[in-house]
């Protein structure tokens, strides 16, 4: 394996509320980041509250998902939304017509990104 650091990059998030898609949310984020993809289980800030501080636990009915897939990837481009929403939609996704998820940019000052190795 050969890591890299790299400059200047952005992270893409996608916060994923239905999960009927999510090999094609992945594909459509390797397509723009031509890398790899981290996918992690969330639960929502308002159901932890509501467990831990029952005070809280009218807050869960106040709209939101309880639960989630956090996906996110390093991008060079600076503006990766409008070709990831072009993939999706290229795939039959109307991510934002079927308020799928959310979508945020973030940029990194820097990256330690890790490339594989063909073995074979």
Do not use: W
């Not at 998820?101 to 190795?117: D, H, N, R």
């Amino acid at each position: 394996m050969n890591n890299t650091v790299r400059k200047n990059m952005n992270l893409l998030v996608v916060s994923l509320f239905d999960d009927s898609c999510i090999e094609d949310v992945i594909l459509g984020m390797t397509t723009v980041s031509g890398g790899h993809v981290t996918m992690m289980d969330a639960v929502s800030g308002t159901q932890n509250l509501s467990q831990v501080i029952p005070m809280f636990a009218e807050f869960v009915g106040m709209g939101g998902k309880r639960f989630c897939k956090v996906l996110v990837t390093c991008v060079d481009d600076p503006e990766p939304v409008d070709e990831l929403l072009d993939a999706l939609q290229g795939g039959g996704i109307d991510f934002i017509g079927d308020a799928l998820g959310e979508i945020y940019v973030m940029p990194l000052s820097q990256a330690v990104l890790t490339e594989e190795v063909d073995l074979f």
